[in-house]
T-cell receptor, first 113, second 114 residues
Framework: DAKTTQPNSMESNEEEPVHLPCNHS???????IHWYRQLPSQGPEYVIH???SNVNNRMASLAIAEDRKSSTLILHRATLRDAAVYYC??????????????FGKGTKLSVIP | SQTIHQWPATLVQPVGSPLSLECTVE??????LYWYRQAAGRGLQLLFY??????ISSEVPQNLSASRPQDRQFILSSKKLLLSDSGFYLC?????????????FGSGTRLTVV
């Protein structure tokens, strides 16, 4: 499995942008970059995913480095409801590995009012 | 729109008792289905996945089993629970692999084996 590296924790002030980094130096050409978040006692929630180009949706933006060895999840205005553990995961584009999402420890984001 | 239902939300079972957790998906056909487990203070671990009716792949050997009797129904079972089976069990679905699309998780079942 290709692996990702994330900081254990980050803090942000409410209503400020948050940039959550992820390193994935061993990413292969067909791996998709996924982000999920998990609130306490809830299942993970899909946030965004991308392959090569930057992506935007209603929840966040995903900035992917040109060499694809790192990416950044951007929350444009953090709210208290964004406090969660954020997981950066590589999903293989095909083959048996494409059925797996391997969750690491993620980044615990705290939002300060 | 697609929805995923998982029940029960919480469950307390004695050691040695059987287990049956059910998950159903609505609004899509031929989904990939998954069972994950999250032990206390640990990350999510993939237990089983299924790409079609009757097709089950096991990722972790243990005393749990999974079945997919219908296209949008996924069941996690055990004949005799162990204390180590306690955890947060999550069902998830995704579209066919190859599109890189996201997973949708259910709300989970918190199982405590006593």
């Amino acid at each position: 499995d290709a692996k990702t590296t994330q900081p254990n924790s980050m803090e942000s002030n409410e209503e400020e942008p948050v940039h959550l980094p992820c390193n994935h130096s061993t990413i292969s050409g067909t791996d998709y970059i996924h982000w999920y978040r998990q609130l306490p006692s809830q299942g993970p929630e899909y946030v965004i995913h991308g392959l090569t180009s930057n992506v935007n949706n209603r929840m966040a933006s995903l900035a992917i480095a040109e060499d694809r060895k790192s990416s950044t999840l951007i929350l444009h205005r953090a709210t208290l409801r964004d406090a969660a553990v954020y997981y950066c995961i590589l999903r293989e584009g095909s083959g048996a590995g494409s059925y797996q999402l391997t969750f690491g420890k993620g980044t615990k984001l705290s939002v300060i009012p | 729109s697609q929805t995923i239902h998982q029940w029960p939300a919480t469950l307390v079972q004695p050691v040695g008792s059987p287990l049956s957790l059910e998950c159903t998906v609505e609004g899509t056909s031929n989904p990939n289905l998954y069972w994950y487990r999250q032990a206390a203070g640990r990350g999510l671990q993939l237990l089983f996945y299924s790409v079609g009716i009757g097709q089950i792949s096991s990722e972790v050997p243990q005393n749990l089993s999974a079945s997919r009797p219908q296209d949008r129904q996924f069941i996690l079972s055990s004949k005799k629970l162990l204390l180590s089976d306690s955890g947060f069990y999550l069902c998830a679905w995704s579209v066919t692999a190859g599109t890189g699309g996201g997973y949708t998780f259910g709300s989970g079942t918190r199982l405590t084996v006593v």
